[in-house]
């Protein structure tokens, strides 16, 4: 079982809509990071949460700690929405990879006009 | 810079070279890290460097890679005697210091053959 779970895999949806993203994970961590991939592109890092709600723009993410889980949201969402999102964790601790992020496998949302 | 700077964007080199990728981090940011996308896969850590302390480096996949980061600046990794498994896109990361938000650069696309 991968560490940190992402749902849904893929997910399409019409213009407007409103987008929930999920992760869940398995291990101590010290800082959740969403990120944003688009096709053929680089990676850019949406937020970093180690508790509570942030929001930025239409983007809202929130953490429950006790739960080890995240979720992404997207309000009124456009087609160049359309992108993966990867959440991914800072283990605690340090060293032994802790250091660097563990990722999930991303999801991909394609946003249709 | 702006942001972070890798180079080459592409190299395609022949099974069995060694190649260099390099890494030119945010100036002034102490975190750099590593990190590599293989097709279909999702992403995993390398190596991380946070100042002038030693480089956490148990994500290097085997004795053939290794990474410096020189000044406390830019950073290279090192791939001898590459497989065709070696392919993937390797991202390099920096940070203002751990556990702070992170910069991607844009990859470097590596082609065995």
């Known amino acids: 079982k991968n560490e940190v779970e992402q749902s849904p895999q893929n997910l399409t949806a019409q213009e407007g809509e409103f987008i929930t993203i999920n992760c869940s994970y398995s291990?101590?961590?010290?800082?959740l990071h969403w990120l944003q991939q688009h096709p053929g592109g680089g990676i850019v890092s949406l937020f970093m949460?180690?508790?509570g709600k942030k929001k930025h723009g239409r983007l809202i993410a929130t953490i429950n700690i006790q739960e080890k889980h995240s979720s992404l949201h997207i309000t009124a969402s456009h087609p160049r929405d359309s992108a993966v999102y990867i959440c991914?964790?800072?283990?605690?601790?340090?060293?032994?990879?802790?250091?660097?992020?563990?990722f999930g496998k991303g999801t991909h949302l394609i946003i249709q006009p | 810079g702006a942001g972070v700077s890798q180079s080459p964007s592409n190299k395609v080199t022949e099974k069995g070279k060694d190649v260099e990728l390099r890494c030119d981090p945010i100036?002034?940011?102490?975190?750099l890290y590593w990190y590599r996308q293989s097709l279909g896969q999702g992403l995993e850590f390398l190596i991380y460097?946070?100042?002038?302390?030693?480089?956490?480096k148990s994500g290097l996949p085997s004795d053939r890679f290794s990474a410096e980061r020189t000044g406390g600046s830019v950073s290279t990794l090192t791939i001898q005697r590459t497989q065709q498994e070696d392919s993937a896109v390797y991202l390099c990361?920096?940070?203002?210091?751990?556990?702070?938000?992170?910069?991607f650069g844009s990859g470097t696309r590596l082609t065995v053959v």
């Open positions: 990361a920096s940070s203002l210091r751990e556990n702070y938000g992170y910069t």
């Open positions: 291990v101590g961590i010290s800082a």
């Open positions: 949460l180690s508790s």
């Open positions: 991914a964790v800072r283990r605690s601790g340090s060293g032994g990879g802790a250091d660097g992020l563990t």
């Open positions: 100036s002034g940011h102490t975190a």
């Open positions: 460097f946070q100042g002038n302390s030693a480089p956490d």
